[in-house]
T-cell receptor, first 109, second 112 residues
Framework: AQRVTQPEKLLSVFKGAPVELKCNYS??????LFWYVQYSRQRLQLLLRHISRESIKGFTADLNKGETSFHLKKPFAQEEDSAMYYCALSGSGNTPLVFGKGTRLSVIA | KAGVTQTPRYLIKTRGQQVTLSCSPI?????VSWYQQTPGQGLQFLFE???????NKGNFPGRFSGRQFSNSRSEMNVSTLELGDSALYLC???????????FGPGTRLTVL
């Protein structure tokens, strides 16, 4: 069964500090991992996906198959990064996205 | 390209009633998925439709049902509403051969 775990419900950091949002997954095959973000009063939107290996808004995430993790990182947090972040996994074939319960990031000025 | 749209945006119902929510996907997208979002449980998958056929189903009771029309628009129905059904219901559409989901703004359902 597919499972995504985000151990932190809430993460508070000061502006300019590094940020790491943790995501661990459970899946027997080769997954596709995503990070979605939901800013206040906005719809859920894709932030990045592991296959693109991009840096979006200064965020990066590396898939670590050995540790089954896909942590989201940013070296210097900005106030506009405050939002709800969801890690999601898609398995092979036409399987639905499975989401973690989300981590609320609060960046304090 | 217009994004995913959902109607209505807000609904208030009482226990025992039924409700129908509507979703229009991005033009060209044939896959539509529905999720229930609550503060305690996050996003939980309800079901997915592709070309008018239910392709995947989550672990929700039979009171939750859906359908998809030939123009890819989808509806979700919840019968015999319970207080616990109060949630934000999100619809997402996806292109063929892609796992990326594009989300609508959601329908906020409140059951009194």
């Amino acid at each position: 069964a597919q499972r995504v775990t985000q151990p932190e419900k809430l993460l508070s950091v000061f502006k300019g500090a590094p940020v790491e949002l943790k995501c661990n997954y459970s899946y027997s095959g080769s997954p596709e991992l995503f990070w979605y973000v939901q800013y206040s009063r906005q719809r859920l939107q894709l932030l990045l996906r592991h296959i693109s290996r991009e840096s979006i808004k200064g965020f990066t995430a590396d898939l670590n198959k050995g540790e089954t993790s896909f942590h989201l990182k940013k070296p210097f947090a900005q106030e506009e990064d405050s939002a709800m972040y969801y890690c999601a996994l898609s398995g092979s074939g036409n399987t639905p996205l499975v989401f973690g319960k989300g981590t609320r990031l609060s960046v304090i000025a | 390209k217009a994004g995913v749209t959902q109607t209505p945006r807000y609904l208030i119902k009482t226990r025992g009633q039924q409700v129908t929510l509507s979703c229009s996907p991005i033009s060209g997208h044939r896959s539509v998925s529905w999720y229930q979002q609550t503060p305690g449980q996050g996003l939980q998958f309800l079901f997915e439709y592709f070309s008018e056929t239910q392709r995947n189903k989550g672990n929700f009771p039979g009171r939750f049902s859906g359908r998809q029309f030939s123009n890819s628009r989808s509806e979700m129905n919840v019968s015999t509403l319970e207080l616990g059904d109060s949630a934000l219901y999100l619809c997402a559409s996806g292109a063929q051969y892609s796992n990326e989901q594009f989300f609508g703004p959601g329908t906020r359902l409140t059951v009194l």
